[in-house]
């Protein structure tokens, strides 16, 4: 059974917005951290955006910083991804991850960190 599981891909406009979201199988408390990853075709996996559940703390890549916005909700147990102004170069497959063993706010970015990983969804934005 998948720890992870990611909702809300699609195909957009650019400039158009997209909200991804992610859940967990044994609920998202379990995790010190979850965050999201993407990977375009032909390049490295890179970090995107994390949250911290311990403190509430969120992290951003400069490449999405003031574009997206990383969030809870309790209601659903998810940690979801509002993502706006898309742009083309923000196609990729992404990807939610959790850590629950050794969890450092600073490493957010490393993906070695994160325990779980879920399958991916698929963002493509057209221009």
């Known amino acids: 059974q998948a720890q992870l599981v990611e909702s809300g891909g699609g195909s957009v406009q650019a400039a158009e917005s997209l909200r991804l979201s992610c859940s967990a199988s044994r609920g998202i408390s379990r995790y010190y951290g979850i965050a999201w990853f993407r990977q375009a075709p032909g390049k490295e996996r890179g970090a995107v955006s994390c949250f911290s559940t311990t403190d509430g703390i969120t992290s951003y890549s400069d490449s999405v910083k003031g574009r997206f916005t990383i969030s809870r909700d309790s209601a659903k147990n998810t940690v979801d991804l509002q993502m706006n102004n898309l742009k083309p170069e923000d196609t990729a497959v992404y990807y939610c991850?959790?850590?629950?063993?050794?969890?450092?706010?600073?490493?957010?970015?490393?993906?070695?960190?994160?325990?779980?990983w879920g399958q991916g969804t698929q963002v493509i934005v057209s221009s």
């Open positions: 991850a959790g850590v629950w063993t050794r969890w450092s706010s600073m490493e957010w970015s490393r993906a070695s960190m994160y325990d779980d």
